[in-house]
């Protein structure tokens, strides 16, 4: 039986990136269907307070976030390769921990044209037009999880969770074990954590 999954991300999140990473290799050996639905860092830390360069972070995160959203609503089967695209320059290529407002855009036109997607959808990264819309994705991953949590949150059945966080990518059957033991644990009610001290950042 196909398992569904619902992935919600930021882009900018090296976190979120290494388990998305994980999930497109159990795609490959796991019988799984997943949603992918932004959500937003900058959304998130909006109104509180916070360090100086974290928060010009947030203001460069408003841009990508926005242009999810409005992908997510117009063309959501494109959100999964958007994402493939553009994480793939900020994380792997060099193009992340960028401050200010603006300062993702050319990662953004970059990343349109690689998956075919035309440049009005870049129009919307340094304006408010779609913050509701992005807003609105972003609490359907505050309502599965609660809001004590960062990106990436992954459903599971019916329970969602924070993570699983992990640093380092899992391939082949190694990847489709670790997803069957999230899986196991999302089956209880009861259960809501497990955290340890983590050691390592994410190698990419």
Known sequence: MTEK???WFDVSCPFAWQTSRWMKEVE?????????????LAVLNDGRDIPE????????????ARVFAKVKQEQPDKVDELYTAMGTLVH??????????GAYDEVIKKALAEV???DHFAEVANTSDEDDLLRGYHATAMEAVGDEVGTPVVKLGNNAF?????????????AGKLFDH???????????????????????
């Open 5 to 7: 999954v619902t992935f």
């Open 28 to 40: 490959k050996v796991r019988d799984i269907e997943i949603e992918w639905v932004p959500m937003s």
């Open 53 to 64: 360069d974290y928060a010009a972070m947030m203001e460069a995160n408003w841009g990508p």
């Open 116 to 118: 075919g997607l035309p």
């Open 162 to 174: 924070f993570g699983p966080v992990i640093t380092r990518v899992p391939e082949g059957e190694e």
């Open 92 to 101: 792997p290529g060099g193009e992340s921990m960028k401050q200010g407002y």
């Open 182 to 204: 999230a899986v196991g644990l999302a089956e209880f009610p009861y259960f809501f954590e497990l955290k340890r001290t983590r050691t390592e950042m994410p190698q990419v």
